[in-house]
């Protein structure tokens, strides 16, 4: 079963970049389909994107354009690039693997099996 642990969080100001990572183990990381949610103070969490076994990608609406998700097979990591950052973008961040076939694309949360902790993401002037 794949382990997960994001990090790269910080605080930042509007328009600035940042690049999280989630680090797995597990021999299953490669043939999984990953994901990227976050869950902003009293919201419910949300799907941002989606990378398949073969790093085929989907983005939720208000981060295309802004937001890269990427992965090193041969590292056991995904990325997400996050550019031109939104106060609206403040939220803390998860990884996620999926128990599914690693061909498709997953948004639902109910979709994943495995969960990191966690990194916060501020966006502030």
């Known amino acids: 079963q794949v382990q997960l642990v994001e990090s790269g969080g910080a605080l930042v100001h509007p328009g600035d970049s940042l690049t999280l990572s989630c680090a797995g183990s597990g021999s299953t990381f490669s043939s999984s389909s990953m994901g990227w949610f976050r869950q902003a103070l009293g919201k419910e969490r949300e799907y941002v994107a989606a990378?398949?076994?073969?790093?085929?990608?989907h983005y939720t609406l208000p981060v295309k354009g802004r937001f890269t998700v990427s992965r090193d097979n041969a590292k056991n990591t995904m990325y997400l690039q996050m550019d031109n950052l939104r106060p609206e973008d403040t939220a803390v961040y998860y990884c996620?693997?999926?128990?599914?076939?690693?061909?498709?694309?997953?948004?639902?949360?109910?979709?994943?099996?495995?969960w990191g902790q966690g990194t916060q993401v501020t966006v502030s002037s």
């Open positions: 996620a693997a999926s128990a599914h076939s690693g061909s498709f694309l997953y948004t639902r949360v109910d979709d994943y099996s495995t």
């Open positions: 990378i398949t076994a073969r790093s085929g990608t």
